[in-house]
């Protein structure tokens, strides 16, 4: 069962219950993280480079996205993005996401301060973040729609499934919402459906998952993996359309050709960080052009 689990987490984050951007979230049904002093200290310095480029960027509301649970058998790096404000959610740079509380069963909004979203990844050593600097004409509608307790509600749906279908409203997970959130924002809608009509409209399309049949048999047990909202076609092909981070970079960065991504890595040789080209490698190592900061 384990495994199981693990392969579900492995889809997309959980969600927390509301709280201060000081407090953190659970990590997971089961799942502890302990971490020492020194990867903490570390992982402090990791998000003071991230806070100085977010301070120096100029805009006022980014996409971003961290690495949690090793996604590699998914060929993928990110699981969970959230909406990171210049201002607005009691400090500077919060994170509003969307959280799976675990004792409840049910899905809630979280904001969450940038170093307690950074140090959310499974492996304190080792760990990715993506910026998306969105430019004003976006950053504006997206501030706005952020900060509105009733937009953002209003676009929650209790029912959590990782694995949620971009085009049901039965299931939702922490992507989705956002990504519903940037469509409201954008078109002005309030409902999921709303939201959801227009994101098929503006060519809004997840890169399916392949899934392993033991993936599919996982959601028998696990009480946040859900299949019966997918199209039973793709289904029988073992492909899962789910909204992640990489579907919401690369459909805001069609939109708005003018935003900016930062990757970002923290790993052997310090901080890694590099601007638009291709994904950061494997391990963290810096390349011609990477800018890196010592940790040690």
Do not use: K
């Amino acid at each position: 069962m384990s495994r199981l689990a693990a392969a579900a987490l492995a889809l997309a984050a959980g969600l927390a219950q509301a709280g201060s951007p000081t407090s953190s979230p659970p990590r997971g049904c089961d799942r502890s993280h302990d971490i020492t002093a020194t990867q903490q200290d570390r992982l402090l310095r990791f998000t003071a480079v991230i806070r100085q480029v977010l301070a120096e960027s100029g805009s006022q509301a980014a996409l971003i996205s961290r690495s949690g649970t090793d996604l590699s058998r998914f060929g993928l790096r990110y699981s969970h993005a959230g909406v990171a404000l210049a201002d607005g959610l009691d400090t500077p740079w919060a994170v509003r996401q969307l959280y799976y509380a675990c004792a409840e069963g049910a899905s809630r909004l979280f904001d969450q301060g940038l170093a307690g979203f950074v140090a959310g990844s499974d492996d304190a050593d080792l760990g990715y973040v993506s910026l998306l600097l969105l430019p004003p004409e976006a950053a504006g509608p997206l501030t706005a729609a952020t900060r509105d307790n009733a937009v953002v509600l209003g676009l929650l749906n209790a029912r959590y499934s990782a694995n949620a279908y971009p085009f049901s409203t039965r299931y939702q997970n922490c992507n989705q919402w956002v990504a519903e959130l940037l469509a409201a924002a954008t078109a002005g809608g309030r409902t999921r459906e709303d939201a959801q009509a227009w994101l098929r409209r503006e060519g809004y399309a997840p890169e399916p998952v392949h899934a392993s049949p033991w993936l599919m048999l996982a959601g028998r047990f696990v009480p946040w993996l859900h299949f019966d909202d997918h199209p039973q076609a793709q289904l029988a092909d073992g492909a899962v359309q789910t909204s992640l981070p990489t579907s919401l970079e690369a459909f805001a960065l069609a939109r708005w050709p003018a935003a900016r991504r930062v990757e970002f890595c923290h790993g052997p040789r310090g901080v890694v960080q590099r601007e638009a080209g291709a994904p950061l490698t494997a391990g963290c190592v810096p390349q011609d052009g990477d800018r890196v900061t010592a940790l040690d």
